[in-house]
């Protein structure tokens, strides 16, 4: 029987769990609420480049003894940064969770030692210009950038090379010390868990962590429409990028948009399949919803041949005329229900994802639910909720980026 457990450590450390005893894995993760939103101009990438740093070495470890610890238990591990978070995680099998509770906790803890920040200042710098060759070759920062404007959500979660370059260990150490209150970080576990013992060993690991203030202050997005060509004379294809204003994640508008964007755009069977991507008119496609504290998104995207871009942006506005002026339809609904559920019910049954899921309520301060909980809450969502969340969140109503070899591409009208 799975069972949810949560705990406070006097620091104000979260341990929080689901545990299943039939399952035959573990994972494990340090959720913290530090991404590039918390950031500022003089520091922008600071938070992407500190998790490379929590893995350089401890005052009890060097980089390689822990990057062997973590092969010797046959973990699963890796770590992420977004706008709003950091996460660090791995999965294992359940006798070593006391093992790899007292390794990530002792990560979370980092030298950040000056000969470590300077070489993997260099890797850093060469992971920007990396994606920056990439495909959309740097569409989606530019587009979050113009979207967002003068917002927090609208930074680089990389940075980039200049603001890289300029950092110093003083300027990730103070970043450091704002961020990582053990008040602002969670560990969540998921799998066949021993509860008890996971607090125990978060007590003795993490339960001398200093805690202060690391308030963040929340603004409503002033969310920007326009059009934005970026010429790409190396790209074989033109990529089409558009951001228009959606839910939070605090919003229940939430349900009814991630529905309406599998109406309108899955990767199958969607509006936008039968128009671009059965047809031929585009490569790939699609569209989805991103949700932040006190604002939102929903991204639209294209990759197509260069001589359709023009006729596309003009499709593309049709459809989303069509779809705002005439609503869904109840098959269309019942089929994205279908869809979505099960997505998280199969998606459940992986215990990272579930020890995801598990974090990120915590990191969105939403009441822990299940799997099956989440998934009836888009079972419960109307045609007339769908429809009203099309009217509200208009898509034609949007920030547009190109990006590719086409240099006369205009908005469509």
């Keep these: 029987m799975t069972s949810y457990r949560q705990h406070e450590l006097d620091n104000g ?25 918390d950031e500022c101009d003089q520091n922008s990438g600071v938070s992407h480049f500190l998790e490379h740093m929590v893995f350089k070495g401890t005052p009890n470890r060097s980089a390689e003894q822990v990057n062997l610890e973590l092969d010797e ?17 791995a999965a294992v099998l359940p006798e070593f969770q006391s093992q790899i509770v007292e390794l990530l906790s002792d990560t979370m803890r980092p030298s950040l030692r000056a000969e470590d920040f300077e070489t993997e200042k260099q890797v850093i710098i060469e992971e920007i210009k990396m994606y920056a060759d990439q495909p ?26 200049e603001t ?21 970080i969670a560990l969540a576990a998921s799998g066949n868990i021993d509860f008890d013992a996971l607090v125990q060993d978060a007590e003795k690991h993490c339960g001398s962590w200093e805690r202060f203030d690391a308030d963040r202050t929340i603004q409503q997005a002033d969310y920007q429409s326009g059009f934005v060509s970026l010429h790409q004379p190396v790209s074989n294809q033109q990529y089409i990028l558009q951001l228009a204003p959606g839910p939070s994640y605090h919003d229940e508008d939430r349900f ?7 109406i309108l755009g899955d990767d199958s069977g969607s509006r936008m399949y039968w128009e671009f991507l059965d047809t031929g008119f585009a490569e790939s496609g699609g569209m989805g919803g991103y949700e932040y504290d006190g604002s939102g998104s929903i991204m ?8 359709r871009a023009q006729e596309n942006l003009e499709r593309l506005l049709k459809l989303q005329q069509d779809a705002r002026a005439n609503g869904v339809t109840e098959r269309e609904l019942e089929l994205a229900k279908r869809k979505v559920a099960s997505h998280i019910v199969l998606a459940s049954e992986r215990t990272e994802a579930r020890m995801f899921s598990v974090g990120s309520q915590w990191l969105t301060g939403l009441p822990y639910r299940t799997a099956a909980q989440i998934a009836s809450s888009y079972e419960a969502v109307t045609l007339a909720q769908v ?6 969140w208009s898509l034609d109503s949007n920030m547009t980026v190109v990006v590719g070899p086409c240099e006369n591409l205009t908005a469509a009208v």
Excluded: W
């Design 13 to 37: 450390l979260t341990v929080i769990a689901e545990c299943n005893p039939q399952a035959y894995t573990a994972a494990f993760g340090f959720f913290v609420k530090a991404g590039s939103r």
């Design 164 to 184: 890289v370059s300029g950092l110093t260990p003083d300027q990730m150490m103070e970043y450091f010390q704002q961020r990582y209150s053990p008040s602002n």
């Design 136 to 161: 959309p070759y740097g569409g989606y920062e530019r587009i979050m950038e113009e979207f967002f404007g003068d917002h927090p959500l609208g930074q680089s979660v990389l940075g980039t090379t």
């Design 387 to 392: 429809n009203d969340a099309l009217a509200k």
């Design 256 to 262: 009814a948009t991630r529905l309406m964007s599998t």
């Design 73 to 89: 238990l046959g973990s699963n591990s890796n770590a992420r940064t977004g706008e709003e978070s950091t996460i660090y995680h």
């Design 300 to 307: 639209t995207y294209l990759c197509c041949d260069p001589a």
